[in-house]
Protein backbone atom coordinates (compact mmCIF):
# COMPACT_ATOMS: atom_id res chain seq x y z
CA UNK A 1 0.00 0.00 0.00
CA UNK A 2 1.08 3.47 -0.99
CA UNK A 3 2.06 5.93 2.24
CA UNK A 4 -0.50 8.28 1.37
CA UNK A 5 -0.09 11.73 3.24
CA UNK A 6 -1.95 15.03 3.56
CA UNK A 7 -2.02 17.99 5.53
CA UNK A 8 -4.16 16.77 8.07
CA UNK A 9 -2.84 12.92 8.72
CA UNK A 10 0.54 14.67 8.79
CA UNK A 11 -0.04 16.29 12.02
CA UNK A 12 -0.80 13.15 13.63
CA UNK A 13 2.12 11.42 11.97
CA UNK A 14 4.76 14.26 13.01
CA UNK A 15 2.97 13.71 16.66
CA UNK A 16 3.77 9.64 16.59
CA UNK A 17 7.39 10.11 15.01
CA UNK A 18 8.49 12.82 18.00
CA UNK A 19 6.90 10.49 20.56
CA UNK A 20 9.05 7.39 19.19
CA UNK A 21 12.21 9.36 18.92
CA UNK A 22 11.76 10.32 22.42
CA UNK A 23 11.32 6.35 23.79
CA UNK A 24 14.22 5.35 21.63
CA UNK A 25 16.40 7.64 23.64
CA UNK A 26 19.34 9.21 21.95
CA UNK A 27 20.72 7.77 18.69
CA UNK A 28 24.26 6.50 19.18
CA UNK A 29 27.10 7.83 17.47
CA UNK A 30 27.95 7.28 14.13
CA UNK A 31 7.81 28.79 -22.79
CA UNK A 32 6.19 31.61 -22.18
CA UNK A 33 6.34 35.76 -20.48
CA UNK A 34 4.09 36.47 -17.23
CA UNK A 35 5.21 39.15 -14.55
CA UNK A 36 3.42 38.22 -11.29
CA UNK A 37 4.07 41.61 -8.67
CA UNK A 38 3.86 39.04 -6.13
CA UNK A 39 5.45 36.60 -5.75
CA UNK A 40 1.18 22.27 1.76
CA UNK A 41 2.32 17.42 1.27
CA UNK A 42 4.37 18.37 3.72
CA UNK A 43 6.90 15.57 5.67
CA UNK A 44 9.73 14.77 6.99
CA UNK A 45 10.34 11.35 5.75
CA UNK A 46 13.68 10.50 5.57
CA UNK A 47 15.11 10.29 2.26
CA UNK A 48 16.08 6.73 0.84
CA UNK A 49 19.71 5.85 2.12
CA UNK A 50 20.79 5.46 -1.88
CA UNK A 51 20.00 9.06 -2.60
CA UNK A 52 21.71 10.91 -0.04
CA UNK A 53 23.96 13.19 -2.50
CA UNK A 54 28.22 12.24 -1.92
CA UNK A 55 29.97 13.94 0.19
CA UNK A 56 32.29 17.06 -0.82
CA UNK A 57 34.19 16.16 -4.02
CA UNK A 58 34.33 17.26 -7.98
CA UNK A 59 30.46 17.84 -8.09
CA UNK A 60 29.64 18.80 -4.75
CA UNK A 61 33.02 20.82 -4.79
CA UNK A 62 32.88 23.87 -1.82
CA UNK A 63 32.03 27.57 -3.05
CA UNK A 64 33.03 30.86 -1.71
CA UNK A 65 30.57 31.63 1.04
CA UNK A 66 29.96 28.08 1.99
CA UNK A 67 31.05 25.67 4.80
CA UNK A 68 30.50 22.13 5.00
CA UNK A 69 28.83 20.54 8.00
CA UNK A 70 27.57 17.13 8.54
CA UNK A 71 23.61 16.62 9.22
CA UNK A 72 22.54 13.61 11.94
CA UNK A 73 22.27 11.32 8.42
CA UNK A 74 26.10 11.87 8.10
CA UNK A 75 25.52 13.92 5.06
CA UNK A 76 27.83 16.76 4.14
CA UNK A 77 25.11 19.89 3.33
CA UNK A 78 27.11 23.36 2.75
CA UNK A 79 25.61 26.29 4.98
CA UNK A 80 25.58 29.56 3.23
CA UNK A 81 26.11 32.39 4.21
CA UNK A 82 23.27 34.91 4.39
CA UNK A 83 24.57 37.42 2.57
CA UNK A 84 24.69 35.35 -0.22
CA UNK A 85 22.29 34.38 -2.61
CA UNK A 86 22.45 31.77 -5.23
CA UNK A 87 20.77 31.86 -8.90
CA UNK A 88 20.81 28.74 -11.02
CA UNK A 89 20.79 30.14 -14.60
CA UNK A 90 20.17 28.68 -18.26
CA UNK A 91 21.39 30.70 -20.77
CA UNK A 92 20.11 30.37 -24.69
CA UNK A 93 21.21 32.58 -28.10
CA UNK A 94 19.22 33.63 -30.11
CA UNK A 95 17.94 30.91 -31.69
CA UNK A 96 16.54 29.33 -28.48
CA UNK A 97 19.27 27.11 -28.14
CA UNK A 98 21.38 26.24 -24.74
CA UNK A 99 24.62 28.27 -24.21
CA UNK A 100 27.35 25.93 -22.24
CA UNK A 101 30.85 27.26 -22.90
CA UNK A 102 30.33 30.95 -20.84
CA UNK A 103 32.33 31.35 -18.18
CA UNK A 104 32.40 33.66 -15.11
CA UNK A 105 32.99 37.26 -16.90
CA UNK A 106 30.48 36.92 -19.27
CA UNK A 107 27.86 37.18 -16.49
CA UNK A 108 26.55 40.47 -14.82
CA UNK A 109 23.85 40.30 -12.06
CA UNK A 110 21.68 43.08 -11.06
CA UNK A 111 19.73 43.53 -7.38
CA UNK A 112 16.71 46.38 -7.91
CA UNK A 113 18.75 47.54 -10.80
CA UNK A 114 22.29 48.02 -9.08
CA UNK A 115 25.18 45.64 -10.14
CA UNK A 116 25.73 43.33 -7.40
CA UNK A 117 29.39 41.46 -6.57
CA UNK A 118 29.47 38.28 -7.93
CA UNK A 119 30.94 35.70 -5.30
CA UNK A 120 30.77 32.04 -6.16
CA UNK A 121 30.60 30.63 -10.07
CA UNK A 122 30.04 27.16 -10.85
CA UNK A 123 29.42 25.23 -14.46
CA UNK A 124 28.76 21.64 -13.75
CA UNK A 125 26.10 19.06 -13.46
CA UNK A 126 25.06 18.90 -9.97
CA UNK A 127 22.33 16.67 -8.28
CA UNK A 128 19.19 18.51 -7.63
CA UNK A 129 16.12 18.01 -5.35
CA UNK A 130 13.27 17.07 -7.77
CA UNK A 131 9.63 17.12 -6.84
CA UNK A 132 7.67 15.77 -9.69
CA UNK A 133 3.39 16.78 -8.91
CA UNK A 134 1.08 15.15 -11.36
CA UNK A 135 -2.64 16.08 -11.44
CA UNK A 136 -4.58 12.62 -10.87
CA UNK A 137 -8.11 14.66 -11.48
CA UNK A 138 -10.62 13.04 -13.34
CA UNK A 139 -9.93 14.57 -16.88
CA UNK A 140 -6.46 13.30 -16.59
CA UNK A 141 -6.83 9.08 -16.51
CA UNK A 142 -6.60 8.67 -19.98
CA UNK A 143 -3.38 11.24 -20.08
CA UNK A 144 -1.43 9.33 -17.14
CA UNK A 145 0.11 6.70 -19.10
CA UNK A 146 2.42 9.06 -21.18
CA UNK A 147 3.03 11.69 -18.23
CA UNK A 148 4.19 8.51 -16.07
CA UNK A 149 6.22 7.13 -18.88
CA UNK A 150 8.05 10.59 -19.68
CA UNK A 151 8.28 11.63 -15.95
CA UNK A 152 10.54 7.95 -15.00
CA UNK A 153 12.24 9.06 -18.47
CA UNK A 154 13.15 12.27 -17.06
CA UNK A 155 14.66 10.86 -13.77
CA UNK A 156 16.70 8.72 -16.15
CA UNK A 157 18.36 11.03 -17.90
CA UNK A 158 18.78 13.06 -14.88
CA UNK A 159 21.85 13.26 -12.76
CA UNK A 160 22.29 9.52 -11.12
CA UNK A 161 22.62 11.26 -7.53
CA UNK A 162 19.11 13.66 -7.90
CA UNK A 163 16.87 13.31 -4.97
CA UNK A 164 13.21 12.80 -6.45
CA UNK A 165 9.95 12.98 -4.74
CA UNK A 166 6.64 12.44 -6.34
CA UNK A 167 3.20 14.20 -5.65
CA UNK A 168 -0.48 13.31 -7.07
CA UNK A 169 -3.19 15.75 -6.77
CA UNK A 170 -6.96 15.93 -7.28
CA UNK A 171 -8.82 17.97 -4.61
CA UNK A 172 -6.15 17.11 -2.47
CA UNK A 173 -2.67 16.45 -2.47
CA UNK A 174 -0.49 13.01 -1.45
CA UNK A 175 2.98 12.49 -1.24
CA UNK A 176 3.06 9.32 -2.75
CA UNK A 177 6.89 8.83 -2.41
CA UNK A 178 9.37 10.70 -1.04
CA UNK A 179 13.27 11.57 -1.93
CA UNK A 180 14.67 8.65 -4.09
CA UNK A 181 16.40 7.52 -6.92
CA UNK A 182 14.76 4.29 -7.35
CA UNK A 183 13.00 4.08 -10.20
CA UNK A 184 10.46 1.13 -9.65
CA UNK A 185 9.81 2.65 -6.16
CA UNK A 186 8.53 6.31 -8.63
CA UNK A 187 7.00 4.59 -11.09
CA UNK A 188 4.60 2.86 -8.38
CA UNK A 189 3.83 5.79 -7.00
CA UNK A 190 3.25 7.76 -10.62
CA UNK A 191 0.87 4.57 -10.97
CA UNK A 192 -0.97 5.29 -7.95
CA UNK A 193 -4.01 6.39 -10.06
CA UNK A 194 -7.04 7.62 -8.72
CA UNK A 195 -8.67 10.04 -11.02
CA UNK A 196 -11.39 11.59 -9.22
CA UNK A 197 -12.58 15.31 -8.01
CA UNK A 198 -11.13 18.54 -8.81
CA UNK A 199 -7.59 20.41 -9.42
CA UNK A 200 -6.21 21.70 -6.19
CA UNK A 201 -2.57 22.84 -8.45
CA UNK A 202 -2.09 25.80 -6.16
CA UNK A 203 -2.37 23.94 -2.79
CA UNK A 204 -0.10 21.44 -4.06
CA UNK A 205 2.64 23.54 -5.45
CA UNK A 206 2.71 25.38 -1.89
CA UNK A 207 3.24 22.02 0.04
CA UNK A 208 5.83 20.79 -2.39
CA UNK A 209 7.91 23.94 -1.84
CA UNK A 210 7.48 24.16 1.99
CA UNK A 211 8.60 20.06 1.17
CA UNK A 212 11.49 21.15 -0.67
CA UNK A 213 12.79 23.55 1.76
CA UNK A 214 12.27 21.57 5.15
CA UNK A 215 13.50 18.60 3.86
CA UNK A 216 15.70 18.18 0.47
CA UNK A 217 19.93 17.92 1.62
CA UNK A 218 20.76 19.42 -2.03
CA UNK A 219 20.51 23.15 -2.63
CA UNK A 220 19.20 23.24 -6.23
CA UNK A 221 15.63 22.74 -6.35
CA UNK A 222 13.63 22.09 -9.03
CA UNK A 223 9.48 21.21 -9.66
CA UNK A 224 7.90 19.74 -12.44
CA UNK A 225 4.15 20.16 -12.28
CA UNK A 226 1.96 18.61 -15.11
CA UNK A 227 -1.78 19.33 -15.41
CA UNK A 228 -4.37 19.47 -18.29
CA UNK A 229 -6.91 21.79 -16.45
CA UNK A 230 -7.41 25.51 -14.05
CA UNK A 231 -6.79 25.00 -10.81
CA UNK A 232 -10.49 25.11 -9.08
CA UNK A 233 -10.37 24.10 -5.04
CA UNK A 234 -7.09 25.44 -3.85
CA UNK A 235 -7.58 26.90 -0.82
CA UNK A 236 -4.79 28.79 -1.73
CA UNK A 237 -4.28 31.69 -4.65
CA UNK A 238 -2.36 31.99 -7.53
CA UNK A 239 -0.54 35.09 -6.21
CA UNK A 240 0.13 33.28 -3.01
CA UNK A 241 1.59 29.86 -4.31
CA UNK A 242 3.97 32.58 -6.75
CA UNK A 243 4.46 34.70 -3.63
CA UNK A 244 6.36 31.23 -1.62
CA UNK A 245 7.91 30.56 -4.36
CA UNK A 246 9.91 33.47 -4.40
CA UNK A 247 11.41 32.92 -0.95
CA UNK A 248 14.54 33.20 -1.15
CA UNK A 249 16.07 29.54 -2.12
CA UNK A 250 13.04 28.80 -3.29
CA UNK A 251 12.35 25.97 -6.28
CA UNK A 252 12.47 26.50 -10.04
CA UNK A 253 9.18 25.11 -11.56
CA UNK A 254 8.60 23.68 -15.20
CA UNK A 255 5.10 23.33 -15.87
CA UNK A 256 3.50 21.12 -18.83
CA UNK A 257 0.06 22.36 -19.54
CA UNK A 258 -2.62 19.53 -21.45
CA UNK A 259 -4.74 22.10 -22.35
CA UNK A 260 -7.38 23.57 -24.71
CA UNK A 261 -6.26 26.71 -26.45
CA UNK A 262 -9.17 28.32 -24.85
CA UNK A 263 -8.45 27.64 -20.80
CA UNK A 264 -6.61 30.99 -21.13
CA UNK A 265 -6.73 31.13 -17.20
CA UNK A 266 -4.92 28.44 -16.62
CA UNK A 267 -2.20 28.72 -19.30
CA UNK A 268 -1.08 32.01 -17.65
CA UNK A 269 -1.46 30.78 -14.35
CA UNK A 270 1.52 28.02 -15.11
CA UNK A 271 3.14 31.00 -16.78
CA UNK A 272 2.88 32.72 -13.89
CA UNK A 273 4.91 29.55 -11.85
CA UNK A 274 7.70 29.03 -14.08
CA UNK A 275 8.27 32.54 -15.08
CA UNK A 276 9.21 34.08 -11.84
CA UNK A 277 11.26 30.88 -11.19
CA UNK A 278 13.28 31.04 -14.02
CA UNK A 279 11.47 27.99 -15.49
CA UNK A 280 9.35 27.42 -18.29
CA UNK A 281 5.73 27.01 -18.95
CA UNK A 282 4.96 23.89 -21.73
CA UNK A 283 1.49 24.08 -23.81
CA UNK A 284 1.40 20.66 -25.84
CA UNK A 285 -1.16 19.93 -28.22
CA UNK A 286 -1.52 16.68 -26.43
CA UNK A 287 0.09 13.94 -24.05
CA UNK A 288 1.76 12.47 -26.84
CA UNK A 289 4.29 15.08 -26.81
CA UNK A 290 5.24 15.22 -23.24
CA UNK A 291 8.22 12.89 -24.20
CA UNK A 292 10.14 15.36 -25.64
CA UNK A 293 9.35 18.21 -22.87
CA UNK A 294 10.43 15.86 -20.51
CA UNK A 295 13.88 15.31 -22.40
CA UNK A 296 14.00 18.98 -22.71
CA UNK A 297 13.60 19.75 -19.44
CA UNK A 298 16.15 17.41 -18.39
CA UNK A 299 18.58 19.39 -20.43
CA UNK A 300 17.78 22.54 -19.51
CA UNK A 301 18.14 21.60 -15.80
CA UNK A 302 21.72 19.64 -16.33
CA UNK A 303 22.88 22.72 -18.08
CA UNK A 304 22.31 25.83 -15.94
CA UNK A 305 25.19 28.05 -14.35
CA UNK A 306 25.59 28.20 -10.70
CA UNK A 307 25.66 31.68 -9.92
CA UNK A 308 26.34 33.19 -6.02
CA UNK A 309 26.26 37.20 -5.63
CA UNK A 310 26.54 39.23 -2.27
CA UNK A 311 23.46 40.87 -1.33
CA UNK A 312 22.95 44.92 -0.77
CA UNK A 313 23.28 44.92 3.21
CA UNK A 314 21.59 48.07 3.04
CA UNK A 315 18.47 47.24 1.11
CA UNK A 316 16.43 45.89 4.11
CA UNK A 317 13.66 43.21 4.02
CA UNK A 318 11.38 42.66 1.07
CA UNK A 319 11.08 41.75 -2.30
CA UNK A 320 14.11 42.39 -4.42
CA UNK A 321 14.26 42.09 -8.24
CA UNK A 322 16.60 39.96 -9.94
CA UNK A 323 18.52 40.58 -13.66
CA UNK A 324 21.21 38.38 -14.94
CA UNK A 325 22.59 39.20 -18.52
CA UNK A 326 25.14 37.73 -20.41
CA UNK A 327 27.50 39.06 -23.51
CA UNK A 328 30.41 36.64 -24.93
CA UNK A 329 32.19 36.61 -28.26
CA UNK A 330 30.11 35.20 -31.04
CA UNK A 331 27.34 35.37 -30.26
CA UNK A 332 24.47 38.13 -31.04
CA UNK A 333 22.11 37.87 -28.31
CA UNK A 334 22.27 36.04 -25.13
CA UNK A 335 19.08 35.61 -23.11
CA UNK A 336 19.25 34.49 -19.39
CA UNK A 337 16.70 32.85 -17.29
CA UNK A 338 16.60 32.78 -13.87
CA UNK A 339 14.24 34.18 -10.98
CA UNK A 340 12.49 37.28 -11.18
CA UNK A 341 13.66 38.19 -7.96
CA UNK A 342 12.78 37.16 -4.11
CA UNK A 343 12.21 38.08 -0.85
CA UNK A 344 15.04 38.48 1.26
CA UNK A 345 14.96 37.08 4.76
CA UNK A 346 13.55 34.44 3.84
CA UNK A 347 16.54 32.19 4.12
CA UNK A 348 17.07 28.67 2.83
CA UNK A 349 16.17 26.06 4.73
CA UNK A 350 19.79 23.76 4.95
CA UNK A 351 18.69 21.02 6.57
CA UNK A 352 19.98 22.05 10.06
Known amino acids: MHPRISRFPFLWLLGMAIWAHAQAGPPPSGAAQASPQYPPAQTQQAPDQGTQPAQPGAQQGQQQG ?7 AGVFVFKKQVEEVILHAT ?6 RLVTNLN ?19 HEDIPVALGIIIDNSGSMRDK ?15 NPQDQVFVVNFNDEYWLDQDYTSDVA ?14 TALYDAVIASADHLKKSAQLDKRVLLVVTDGEDNVSRESLEQAVRRLSDEGGPTVYAIGILSEH ?12 EQTGGIAFFPKDASEVEAISQAVARDIRNQYTIGFKKDPNAGYGYRTIKVAARAPGYKSLQVRTINGYFAGQERASNQ
Open 104 to 122: RSAFQVFEDGKPAQITSFR
Open 66 to 72: EEPTQNQ
Open 91 to 96: VVDERG
Open 144 to 158: RPAVNSASLNLVRAS
Open 263 to 274: NKRARRALQALS
Open 185 to 198: KLKEALEHIESRGG
